[in-house]
């Protein structure tokens, strides 16, 4: 039985970086955490939509290797 709440992502807990979050204000540059990878932001932006999300919208986020 799991008690955490948990979002599929697929993401350690260990990262060095935030996880993205939807709402969440990003500066270019900014990197976060989504999807178990690294991603830098392109451009400053507001994620208002999930579709928004590093690993789905190339425009917004290029992953950090």
Request: hydrophobic share 35%; charged share 15%.
């Amino acid at each position: 039985i799991t008690t955490a709440a948990s979002n599929n992502s697929g993401d350690d807990t260990d990262s060095d970086y935030p996880q993205w979050v939807l709402g969440g204000s990003y500066q270019v540059g900014q990197i976060v955490r989504n999807l178990g990878r690294n991603w830098m932001a392109l451009v400053t932006h507001i994620s208002y939509s999930p579709d928004w999300a590093p690993g789905l919208e190339d425009s917004l986020w290029r992953e950090v290797i």
